[in-house]
């Protein structure tokens, strides 16, 4: 921990405790995260080709990854629940992978990262649920934040290089 900064999520005693906010402008924020789930080729190609006996695997991944950002704060024990004004969660089918890209956004005290990685975490959850009776090998990699908005901290992009 750097000298002299507290973890805003410990009060004085070390308990957890749900940040004010009250006192922070309520500003524009975004947030954008993504993942990707490696599969076989067997699963990749039941996945485009509709044939996985679950249904629509990318249509019901997305609508949970949309509905996992708005309940973030049931999932997220110290989050606050936030007024998304828009929620975009893209699925791009890749060679034997599906990558999951969220971006969030709001105008809120607070900022929407956590709203952003769920999202794409319940998201490719959904797609293993769903294609598992192909390939249950598949593993889920690679989430991350890419970049955030807005704020006290201003914005913020991942520096892959």
């Known amino acids: 921990m750097t000298e002299g900064r507290r973890l805003t999520h410990l009060d004085d005693a ?3 405790r749900m940040v004010d906010v009250s006192a922070k ?11 990707r789930i490696i599969m076989s080729e ?8 509709g044939a996985v006996s679950k249904g629509d695997v990318l249509a019901v991944a997305r ?3 949309i509905l996992a950002a708005k309940r973030t704060a049931d999932l997220i024990p110290l989050c606050h629940p936030l007024p998304l004004s828009a929620v975009r969660l893209d699925l791009e089918l890749a060679e034997r992978s599906i990558r999951a890209r969220c971006e969030v956004g709001t105008t809120s005290r607070t900022g929407v990262e956590m709203e952003a990685l769920t999202a794409v975490s319940v998201a490719l959850l959904t797609i293993y649920d769903m294609a598992k009776s192909v390939d249950r090998a598949m593993r889920i990699e690679g989430i991350r934040l890419l ?3 807005g704020g ?8 892959d290089g």
């Open 42 to 49: 067997e699963a990749l190609e039941a996945v485009r080709g």
């Open 63 to 65: 609508i949970a990854g």
């Open 14 to 16: 070390g308990a957890a």
């Open 25 to 35: 402008p309520e500003t524009a924020r975004t947030a954008i995260a993504e993942g």
């Open 147 to 149: 970049a955030k908005g």
């Open 152 to 159: 006290r901290s201003g914005d913020w992009r991942l520096d």
